[in-house]
């Protein structure tokens, strides 16, 4: 039956309540979204988070799609963003166990009783000084994707600044271009 019907009626039919048609819109593209997921490098179970983590804020913005017969790349991109965030979750929870990067700046030996990583720390107090020299906006947005433990979703982040949800990608790269420059002009290469 979901053959049947494009996308774009699909999402009007989940706009009136017809859950069949959600049905049918996670059944036709639960392999795409899935199969994104595990191709960023993702587990299975992350993957699975990532999949019920795409389609909630599929439900939450199917009034805001623009271009409904845009939405396998609206999944694919959202899976993508989504499988990053995360990718970089579960890096911090693994390599991080100081509660503030200026606590582990401040020791005189190495967080966990590693063996101290003069490098890793001067590039981050790099990084650190690159975010302070960028304009406001941009340290507050990379600073929320980036940085915020909350790790709050583009919805948020988009409220928060009030800018527009399909913004936040665009914005992001260009600050991240800015934060390029200035790590080379700091003498850090990328």
Known sequence: MSHEHSDAQLIAACQKGQGWAWDALVERYKRLVYSVALRAGLGHEDAADAFQTVFAVLLENLDRLRDPQGLAAWLITTTKRTSWSVRNRRRREVASSD??????????????????????????????????????????????????RAEPSYDQ??????IPLGSIGPTRARCLQKMRRILQAMGMTS
């Open 99 to 148: 509660d503030s990067f200026e606590a582990g700046l401040a020791t005189s030996g190495a967080p966990n009783g590693q063996a101290w990583d003069e490098e890793r720390w001067t590039d981050r107090l790099l990084v650190h000084q690159a975010l302070e020299r960028l304009g406001e906006r941009c340290k507050e947005l990379l600073w929320m994707l980036y940085f915020d």
């Open 157 to 162: 982040v988009s409220r928060r600044m009030g």
